[in-house]
């Protein structure tokens, strides 16, 4: 029998960065939800109709056996409508041949331009409040996020803070326009002001686009890509999830210079092969068929169910802040019950039937402990009947 070397320790161990990880408080709010047959206002998921086209291209596509995989950057079809997509909506300019990826969800996105373009030690600055996808996907390639904190109850920049920031590792800057949590929009004077430092100290600017037609207010998003000098250090990423309601699809897209996009195509395809090729036909049909009307209908639609969502928080003895884009509210929850945002949410689950996340979850350790936020895109019937809930609350 081989000996064994019971004294010494055993090399059959955890990764360095393994331990710190857990489930996120948003998955873990929509478990909860979910055992209590609740009302998942914590998830982003989602759930209004799916345009017909999306949906019929889709299915036709799998009877017509477009069930193997795609070229590693998605199908041509797809690629040429969201290069359309871009000039129209912001007069950008893209090459579908070598400027274009189709990726697995924007998640993939974002992970792909990560690895090709960042080193282990590398520091990209992040606003706060922030995805926390954003900065564990960074984390996980050990790459270092720098959060630079948004005044609240607005949101606004604060450009000493984000120069403060850089350091001679500064490598990216990661912007979420409209943002998750808070429904940030950066403006055009607060994004021509990232872009200046951006060129200032060489830095890859990498948004995330993904709520680009959830504006309300009359507000504008803006790509940063559009700005004077911005377009090759740009990474833009977007997709389908949001704007179609397929977030289970898992259909994204990248759009930048050709300089960069075949490092991000490699490794999308090292890591998920392809996106979905049926579900490509379907995203490449909406772009195709849907007509202006469609986004400004999707614009007026959650902006209803905004105004329903911070009436019955007000009711609820919360303070919300009112987002100028996206689908998510930021509310003070002071009155509830509970050390911790991660307590009051439970105890308002445990009350009401309705989930909603911790604000802690967007923040720094110690801070958004009197915040949770509370998902608007929901079929009307389920979101009137949470408001319900909440008023009574």
């Not at 974002?110 to 690895?115: F, G, I, N, S, V």
């Not at 001679?168 to 429904?183: C, Q, Y």
């Amino acid at each position: 029998m081989p000996k064994t070397l019971s004294s010494a320790p055993s090399r059959l161990i955890l990764s360095e960065i393994a331990p710190g990880t857990m489930q996120s408080e948003i998955r873990a709010m929509t478990m909860e939800c979910d055992a209590v047959g609740g009302i998942n206002l914590a998830q982003g998921v989602c759930d209004t109709p799916t345009p017909a086209p999306v949906q019929e291209a889709a299915i036709q596509a799998i009877h017509d056996g477009h069930n193997i995989y795609t070229r590693l950057d998605g199908i041509g079809r797809l690629r040429q409508a969201i290069a359309k997509k871009q000039q129209r909506d912001y007069g950008l300019v893209y090459d579908p041949e070598s400027e274009v990826l189709v990726t697995s969800g924007a998640t993939a996105g974002l992970h792909a331009a990560a690895m090709a373009l960042l080193n282990p030690g590398d520091e990209v600055l992040l606003f706060e409040p922030f995805y926390g996808y954003h900065v564990s996907t960074l984390k996980s390639l050990r790459v270092k996020p720098v959060l630079v904190a948004l005044a609240a109850p607005d949101w606004t920049l604060d450009l000493d803070a984000l120069k403060a920031a850089i350091t001679p590792r500064t490598k990216a800057l990661l912007l979420n326009t409209p943002a998750n949590p808070s429904g940030k929009i950066f403006n055009r004077a607060e994004q021509e002001a990232i872009a200046q430092v951006a060129i200032e100290h060489d830095l890859f600017v990498i948004t995330d686009e993904i709520y680009e037609y959830f504006v309300y207010d009359s507000a504008q998003h803006i790509s940063p890509a559009t700005l004077e000098g911005m377009k090759e250090r740009t990474i833009v990423i977007s997709g389908f999830s949001k704007t179609f309601s397929v977030t289970g699809w898992r259909l994204g897209y990248v759009t930048a210079s050709a300089k960069w996009m075949g490092a991000m195509s490699y490794f999308h395809d090292l890591t998920y092969v392809c996106a979905p090729s049926a579900f490509q036909h379907g995203a490449a049909a909406g772009l195709e068929q849907l007509p202006p009307s469609f986004y400004t209908q999707l614009a007026a639609d959650h902006q209803s169910k905004r105004e329903r969502m911070v009436s019955a928080l007000k009711a609820a003895g919360m303070e919300p802040s009112v987002p100028a884009g996206a689908y998510y509210v930021l509310a003070g929850v002071n009155h509830i019950p509970g050390k911790t945002a991660a307590q009051k949410a439970r105890k308002l689950l445990a009350s009401t039937g309705v989930a909603a996340v911790a604000g802690s979850a967007f923040f720094r350790h110690g801070r958004g402990e009197d915040l949770m936020r509370f998902c608007f895109a929901k079929k009307d019937d389920e979101l009137d009947e949470a408001c319900v809930r909440l008023r009574k609350f």
